[in-house]
């Protein structure tokens, strides 16, 4: 499991944004997303979505997170081993989102 995580979210002229690092109990870093996502994040009343228009965009990168450190307490899944790799996207709209990906296993 990761043993730290900064995680930052922020909000400014109508744009969600939110970037995480995660790193594990060696200080190795083992993911790190961003995304920036449209919203009407207004207090008062909003008339319609609060999804706005404009762009997507996101990203999620694991880098050889273990997987003997998830807790799984379960007796179908014993001696669970390998780093997993992956890349993950987004893009596009809210009205026709994209997304993008690859991911691996060493060593499972």
Not at 76 to 99: M, N
Request: cysteine-free; overall charge positive; glycine content about 14%.
């Amino acid at each position: 499991m990761p043993a730290d995580v900064d995680v930052t979210l922020g909000y400014h002229d109508r744009l969600a944004s939110l970037s995480a690092v995660a790193r594990d109990s060696m200080g190795r870093q083992v993911l790190s997303g961003r995304a920036a996502l449209p919203l009407d994040l207004a207090l008062g009343s909003v008339t319609g979505s609060r999804r706005l228009d404009g762009p997507l965009t996101g990203q999620v990168v694991l880098d050889s997170f273990s997987l003997a450190a998830l807790p799984l307490s379960s007796r179908k899944f014993t001696g669970v081993d390998g780093k997993v790799g992956a890349e993950l996207g987004l893009g596009g709209t809210w009205k026709a989102p994209k997304y993008t990906g690859r991911a691996g296993l060493r060593h499972g």
